[in-house]
């Protein structure tokens, strides 16, 4: 079975600056897919960023980017420019290719501090 | 934008109530999941329905049963509500058939206390 790992429960950091949030997983699949959630308190669960493990190339959505190093089966989160409205839980989450069993990652409270 | 939507954003039961959880998509997604998510244990995937009247067991089915008689509908029912069921629940729903399609998109959740 597949699990996910956030190490970090809770993290801060300044506004304008840049964080990291960490996400390991365990897999023997070769091809699966990796994804950041973001739950704002009170609100609903968006997706911000999602990878295909074929691809090598990181995936970036705007002030959003990831690590993927499929060799040590890490998938981390880096958030530049840090902003209030980022302040949420985030899940790390892997899905195996076709295939509809999604298993998150415990979460990981990221708090941005003015 | 897909809309998912879920029929409270608080509940509160007793012990041993029969407790319904509705949840509706309007982007006519084939996939709905039901999860519960607890502080510290992620989320886990309590059943998950991949067409009409059909459902699959997840990692935690026990205490809870669900419903689909139609594609937009998936129902979560606890038939007598215990009070380690408290917890927040969250729907969702996506697309078979890879790439972006395989997005889940959830609701907005209900958080359910029983006493």
């Known amino acids: 079975a597949q699990t996910v790992t956030q190490s970090q429960p809770e993290m801060s950091v300044q506004e304008a600056e840049t964080v990291t949030l960490s996400c390991t997983y365990d897999?023997?699949?070769?091809?699966?897919?990796l994804f950041w959630y973001k739950q704002p308190p009170s609100r609903q669960m968006i997706l911000v960023i999602r990878q295909e493990a074929y691809k090598q190339q990181n995936a970036t959505e705007n002030r959003f980017s990831v690590n993927f190093q499929k060799a040590a089966k890490s998938f981390s989160l880096k958030i530049s420019d840090s902003q209030l409205g980022d302040t949420a839980m985030y899940f790390c989450?892997?899905?195996?290719?076709?295939?509809?069993?999604?298993?998150f990652g415990a979460g990981t409270r990221l708090t941005v501090k003015p | 934008d897909v809309k998912v939507t879920q029929s409270s954003r608080y509940l509160v039961k007793r012990t041993g109530e029969k407790v319904f959880l509705e949840c509706v998509q309007d982007m006519d997604h084939e996939n709905m999941f039901w999860y519960r998510q607890d502080p510290g244990l992620g989320l886990r995937l309590i059943y998950f329905?991949?067409?009409?009247?059909?459902?699959e067991k997840g990692d935690i089915p026990e205490g809870y049963s669900v419903s689909r008689e139609k594609k937009e509908r998936f129902s979560l029912i606890l038939e007598s509500a215990s009070t380690n069921q408290t917890s927040m629940y969250l729907c969702?729903?996506?697309?078979?058939?890879?790439?972006?399609?395989?997005?889940?998109?959830f609701g907005p959740g209900t958080r359910l206390t029983v006493l």
């Open positions: 897999t023997s699949e070769n091809n699966y897919y």
């Open positions: 329905s991949y067409d009409v009247k059909m459902k």
């Open positions: 989450a892997f899905m195996k290719y076709n295939n509809n069993d999604m298993r």
């Open positions: 969702a729903s996506s697309s078979p058939g890879g790439g972006a399609l395989d997005t889940q998109y």
